[in-house]
């Protein structure tokens, strides 16, 4: 695929017989919409010759960007479909043309500027990303397919960040028991809404700025619409473990792993933790882990083994189940 020609004002450019096109005065009924199934249109024999593109065979599409896509991408997919003679030297060509909004598709006084891109294949996407937000434009598809074949079916669709919804979290991974910052961007403003999914762990299920409190890591999904087309995305936080376990350690007096550290229990003053030998005894037990076990009971250091813990974390802010496991003692 290769790019024809940047944005440039339509001033420069010709303006021919795309009033007379059936797919013109009805750009607007043939919206293309953002996440929707791919539109399938009949490239028939309504010439265009305009700017970069001439064509003997085309139609027209709109479509809206949303209020942050300026410098996110457009994509747009084409595939020529029941059309058997379409042959390798048969071009297809997409034309974005902007437009004031809600004006007519058909008077090019209405633009501003355009751009376009081409290729042979019969299946091809073309990606824009200069394009400006909140604004109307036309999607022009068009081949110099000979029209002596007859019209081809045409699917075509867009995606991408300019017409969907981007969603984001800060921070990306908490603890349980910690709260992260949901945002959307490039919804309707008011009065349309959006509509975030598990409710029950967010303090308001229709802000663009939730907060969330989720108990496990939890994928959102949030819903809104762009120019009423109806657009979701999704975002994921993280919920860390509350401690890092440390399965073995070697009290030998090296200064290495001389203890067992559990990382992240001094944000747990309440906890106590547990060590029982193979027998059930309890060898050590200690409230906010303070001073880590050293791999000694009653002053004497404990052979090499596996032995069983209990941790209780015992959290002011959520319950977490009792952390259980092996930890292994190597001299």
């Not at 303006?15 to 399938?40: P, R």
């Not at 991408?73 to 909004?101: E, H, K, Q, R, W």
């Not at 969907?164 to 979290?169: C, N, W």
């Not at 939890?218 to 401690?243: K, L, M, N, W, Y």
Request: net charge negative; glycine share 6%; with cysteine.
């Amino acid at each position: 695929m290769r790019q024809l020609c940047a944005f440039i004002l339509l001033s420069l450019c010709t303006w021919t017989s795309l009033v007379q096109a059936q797919s013109c005065a009805d750009a607007y009924n043939a919206q293309l919409c953002g996440e929707a199934n791919a539109i399938v249109d009949s490239l028939s024999t309504t010439p265009f010759n305009y700017g970069c593109m001439d064509v003997s065979m085309s139609f027209v599409h709109s479509f809206h960007t949303n209020s942050i896509a300026a410098g996110l991408p457009v994509n747009v997919s084409v595939a020529i479909d029941n059309c058997d003679t379409f042959l390798g030297t048969d071009s297809v060509y997409v034309m974005v043309i902007s437009i004031n909004n809600n004006s007519d598709p058909c008077d090019p006084s209405n633009y501003g500027a355009f751009s376009c891109f081409a290729d042979t294949n019969a299946t091809f996407n073309a990606q824009f990303t200069n394009l400006a937000s909140n604004q109307d434009y036309l999607l022009v598809v068009g081949s110099n397919h000979s029209t002596l074949y007859g019209p081809c079916a045409v699917s075509v669709g867009i995606s991408g960040d300019g017409v969907d919804l981007v969603a984001s979290v800060n921070p990306i991974v908490i603890y349980l028991g910690e709260s992260a910052q949901l945002e959307v961007q490039g919804a309707d403003p008011a009065p349309s809404t959006v509509q975030w999914t598990y409710e029950e762990f967010l303090d308001d299920e229709n802000s663009l700025t939730p907060t969330a409190f989720p108990e496990q890591t939890t994928t959102f999904q949030v819903t809104g619409e762009v120019d009423g087309c109806e657009v979701s995305d999704f975002i994921t936080v993280t919920i860390a473990p509350p401690i890092v376990i440390f399965n073995a350690f070697s009290p030998n007096g090296d200064g290495t792993n001389d203890v067992w550290n559990l990382k992240g229990i001094e944000r747990f003053p309440n906890c106590q933790v547990e060590v029982f030998d193979r027998w059930g005894q309890s060898i050590f037990k200690n409230v906010s882990y303070a001073k880590p076990w050293d791999g000694t009971h009653d002053g004497k250091f404990l052979p090499t083994g596996a032995y069983f813990y209990v941790i209780e974390l015992n959290s002011l802010n959520v319950t977490i189940a009792p952390l259980t496991g092996i930890v292994s003692l190597i001299h």
